[in-house]
């Protein structure tokens, strides 16, 4: 076997991440995408001493195991790669790869309580993020997800099984729109055009709903026309707002020069687990919904009913944790390296009259070091890097009684543990919570102690 060869093999076994790998004359190759049982075709990509890499080329025979209902775009487009998969089947998956992870670390004697599934497993999305471009050059205007595999080409995904109704609407007016009207989508290449991205937001326990254009700042449109048609559509939930971006930033992310009101308001309401959050165009919130009630509800379960404690809540976003824990405790404290985000937080604290909540905007490696009160607990819930090591150490530094990690990384969550672990600190217990439903993604909620 030599670089460039095509090669077929059943895949053996998936990865977390999205990552399985199968062998060819007893050597194990890698790829990206595929699911277990599948008889794949493979080109080589690079051979090492210790790995072989491979590029999926085309799945030649379905697995045993994909039996579920997919969307007309499973296959083409690179989103829900595992939608093929029964959803049960689809959380023991997952158990194992949590479980394997850990066992990897030589991590033994905790409690596992499993992978516990969406509550909605279709349609449970309350953001999207749509791209305009087109699925061959020079074709008609589309706008919806990458390809699989493709740098450029955009499929319109029209019936995506992600998200509602609404969403798909909203999707459709908005590519029949531009494509009459005739208007050229932005190249990354030559970094010409104008139409970018389309972020669509929705309150799923409110129904509100946020629509905001991105475009190059290339072409003075007069979008009147377009907000109108929004507007008119028969649709379930209520637009809120109607936003135009102008990014000119080189970099294919949705960036903002500069953010135009085009009707009604810039942010959306929405409700979990009896507090209402405000939510800004750019801010984060866990996109699914329903599946962010019972991960925070883990969340309190896990920390357990006293009312005296001092909780650190790090990497805290817009407050959401801090909040729905701030009932179980005597004083939270939240970090965040987001200006924006800790703005919105101190909004949200306001509007459900919390009083016990702190936040603080700058760094978690910088700012734990003059922080004078000490936590009965710190939950941290860090982005897919993890925890970075200098901050880490100063975690363990304030010796806290029990720590909460929460992860959508188990890779880096074992990682992290196992610095913990040197520091005197077992693990008490462990859940997943699948916030990714057919994708290879799951969030992990962790307990630990200090011996």
Known sequence: ??????????????????????????????????????????????????????????????????????C???G?????????IPYEEQLQIKEGQILDLFAEKDFIGFKFLGVEGSPKFHEYRNKMEYTFGDEEKDGPLTLGLHKKGRMYDIITVDECFLVDKDFRKILKITVDYFERKKIPYYRNLTHKGYLRNLVVRKGLNTGEILVNLVTSSQMELDLGEYVN????????????????????????????????????????????????????PFSFFQTNTKGAERLYSIVREFIGNEKDKVIFDLYSGT?????????????????????????????????????????????????????????????????????????????VKFNAKEILYISCNPKTLVRDLAEFKKANYDIVKVKGMDMFPNTPHVETVVLIEKK
């Open 1 to 70: 076997m030599k670089k460039r060869d095509i090669v077929e093999f059943k895949i053996d076994a998936m990865e977390f991440g999205g990552n399985s790998y199968g062998y060819v004359e007893d050597e194990r190759v890698d790829i990206k995408g595929g699911i277990t049982g599948q008889k794949v075709r493979v080109l080589i990509k690079k051979i090492r001493k210790d790995k072989i890499e491979g590029k999926l080329l085309n799945v030649i025979e379905k697995s045993p195991i994909e039996k579920a209902v997919t």
């Open 319 to 395: 407050g959401t944790i801090a909040q729905i824990v701030s009932k179980n405790a005597k004083k939270v404290i939240g970090i965040e390296i987001v200006k924006e985000a800790v703005e919105a937080a101190i909004e949200n604290a306001k509007l459900n009259n919390i009083t016990n909540c702190e936040f603080i905007a700058g760094d978690v490696g910088e700012k734990v070091k003059y922080l004078k009160e000490k936590p009965d607990l710190i939950i941290v819930d860090p982005p897919r890097p993890g925890i970075h090591k200098d901050a880490l150490k100063d975690i």
């Open 72 to 74: 007309k775009y499973f």
């Open 229 to 280: 048609s929004i507007l008119n559509l028969e649709i379930e939930g209520k637009v809120v707002g109607i936003l135009h971006t102008l990014n000119d930033g080189l970099a294919d992310v949705v960036k903002c020069d500069e953010l135009k009101i085009l009707y009604g308001r810039d942010y959306l309401y929405e409700n979990l687990l009896g507090l209402k959050f405000k939510i800004s």
């Open 76 to 84: 083409e487009c690179g989103g829900c790669s595992i939608l093929s």
